[in-house]
């Protein structure tokens, strides 16, 4: 054989085994904000998800296959969230999903779900509708604003709350956490105050914190991602509001808020689902030091593991599913989401039924913690 | 009453860049006829400017806003050296589809070389607000009105008190009149679309620091500045100074005593008013027609 047939046949052999390679893995759809308001907390899940698809794959991957992720921008933008969800069911054929986490984001790629009998698996999103809408293919290891509000009812009195106010991203996270919570205060014999929104795009809230500052109420209730939270504790610090701050969502980032806001952060209360700052406090101590160990590694900063152990814990919940459904297509997958069983980060990742009979969505239960920033610190305030 | 003064304090110190900003798209699309839609990434850039002079370069914040309006200055002289020129006498529409081309491009920019995680700039100011009597402000964002007042009357004594003042004066009025008495037409174009443009970058260093720094942050801006141009009058300078104070009077008091959640929709509507019924904008002189 000459040397002109040597390198065509070379080639040609290398084009089919890599072709043999990607036909064995199993791909994920993850569709996450990578770019606009929410780019830093989808950039920090999608670091996380990678963790996760490589222990995976170095142990041996799932069912024989290794997997691979298909990771996709959805720009923060619900329209676009829909248009990346169809392109990674039909033109990728991943026959499961993670994302997308925003709750307007999710809600956004929900029908396309449905229309093409692909399960999903939620990890952020927190607004009710999710699982109460009636869509058999949403799985969702957070906390849906209505659990962490039953989560923080027995801290409320604790806490001494008398008269609450609100302020809320102007979305459906923000928009439910804040009935929610309200529902919660107000059997709880608590004064529910103002209720104010904002823009999730907007940088200044000195008209809604002018607001605010004015009112009666001892303690400020915010739903909002880290970024406008940096901004609202910076903008409060300007104003001289003084009130007792608690946010929620889980999203806040509280190392991110003290690297950012500095001082102005200083006595605010996050309600939280992970405690990286104390592994030994988690519900599986070996897998979150084995987590926050490999993301150091990585070279990512300590700050995003709040938002980015829910990437891999959701990549391991999915992993879990094709295991349990023994195949890897859409609708054994599916399946398979209702006998997944382990202990993750955050508490035991198991899915029980959620909405509507007969076309229930699954929700697991995380643990919910409340930590305070003190000193430039995270802590578990003691209650 | 003391919340009704912390917004009027508000409005103050946010009407200031928007001003900036109005003036800058106002300079540009009365003299050169030119609808920018790069001003927003302009303003992203001095922004970014600002963050890479302070953290990167070490220059000090004082050092760095200079450098950030420097940048817009040369970024916005290039803009118009390489595209507008080869396109003078070039359709409106052309040359609008240009510049959204050159928006776009810019944004795609920021994001490729900063990541879109948002960056926070330090400042040299203390934390604690500065109290006056029971409203309170941070020295940050009086600095930034204080820095703004000053640029607004800088950029009023270059156009009024300043022979190149003059010929931008005369090439609005009539640029082929101005062209036959000498006025080197060509040259005031870039002139122009450099000034405005650092305007942009001026009001993006100085909000910088206030806010966060995101490559997506210019596209709020520069359709409030468009709103703030069409208010105050197209072209018309004075108009775009005071209708850069009247939209953040709208959105502190629209959000203060109606709706937070239509805090961004309360400009817009008075845009639309101004529109249906002095479509000139507040401030314009009677058109001669003819």
Known sequence: ?383 | MTEFLQHLLNTLVLGGTYALLGIGLTLIFGIMNVVNFTHGALYTVGAYVMYLAVTALGLGFFAALPTAILGGLLLGAILDLVLLRPLRGADMDTTMLVMIGAGIVLQSGTLWLFGGVAKSIPTPFPDAPLQLGPVSVSWLRLFVLGAALALIGLNYWLINRTRLGLAMRATFQDHDTASLMGVNVRLIYTATFAIGSSLAAAAGALLGPVYVVFPQMGGMAELKAFAIVILGGLGNITGAAIGGFILALAEELGAGYISSGYRDAMGFLIIIAVLIFKPTGLFAKAERIG
């Not at chain 1, 170095?58 to 024989?64: D, E």
């Not at chain 1, 989560?151 to 996270?173: C, Q, R, S, T, Y």
């Not at chain 1, 007792?244 to 500095?262: E, F, K, L, M």
């Open chain 1, 1 to 383: 054989m000459t040397r002109s047939h040597t390198i065509p046949a070379l080639t040609l052999a290398f084009v089919l085994s890599a072709g043999v390679a990607h036909a064995q893995a199993i791909r994920i759809g993850v569709n996450e904000p990578l770019t606009g308001p929410f780019a830093a907390s989808g950039t920090y899940v999608v670091n996380g998800a990678r963790i996760a698809a490589d222990e995976i794959n170095a142990k041996g991957g799932v069912l024989g296959k290794k997997l691979e992720l298909v990771v996709e921008d959805n720009k923060s933008n619900p329209t676009e969230a829909a248009a990346v969800a169809e392109k990674l069911i039909t033109s990728d054929k991943t026959p499961v999903l993670m994302g997308a986490w925003g709750s307007s984001l999710t809600l956004a790629v929900m029908p396309k779900l449905a229309d093409y009998e692909t399960a999903m698996l939620v990890e952020t999103s927190s607004s009710g509708k999710i699982t109460t809408s009636g869509n058999p293919y949403v799985f969702r290891i957070s906390p849906p604003s209505a659990l962490e509000a039953e989560a923080f009812a027995p801290m409320v009195e604790k806490l001494g709350l008398k008269k609450v106010d609100f302020l809320a991203i102007n979305n459906d996270w923000g928009r439910g956490a804040a009935a929610d919570f309200g529902k919660m205060l107000k059997g709880k014999g608590v004064t529910v105050g103002l209720v104010e929104t904002m823009d999730q795009g907007a940088q200044d809230m000195s008209a809604q914190l002018s607001k605010l500052k004015g009112s009666d109420a001892d303690t400020l209730l915010i739903t909002a991602a880290v970024d406008q939270l940096t901004l609202l504790f910076k903008q409060m610090a300007a104003l001289g509001l003084k009130k007792r701050i608690i946010t929620t969502g889980g999203s806040q980032n509280p190392d991110q808020i003290i690297a950012q806001a500095g001082a102005a952060a200083e006595g605010t209360m996050h309600l939280t689902t992970f405690l990286p700052w104390y592994p030994e406090k988690t519900p599986n101590p070996a897998a979150t030091a084995y987590f926050i160990g490999e993301w150091k590694k990585r070279g990512f900063e300590f700050a995003g593991v709040t938002e980015s152990f829910r990437g891999y814990d959701g990549i391991r919940a999915i992993a879990a599913a094709i295991e349990k459904g023994g195949a890897a297509d859409a609708a054994s997958i599916k399946k398979g989401f209702w006998s997944v069983d382990f202990t993750g980060l955050n508490g035991q990742i198991r899915f029980a039924k959620a909405g509507p009979a007969g076309s229930e969505s699954g929700q697991s239960k995380p643990d919910v913690y409340l930590v305070k920033i003190d000193c430039g610190k995270v802590m578990v305030p003691e209650l």
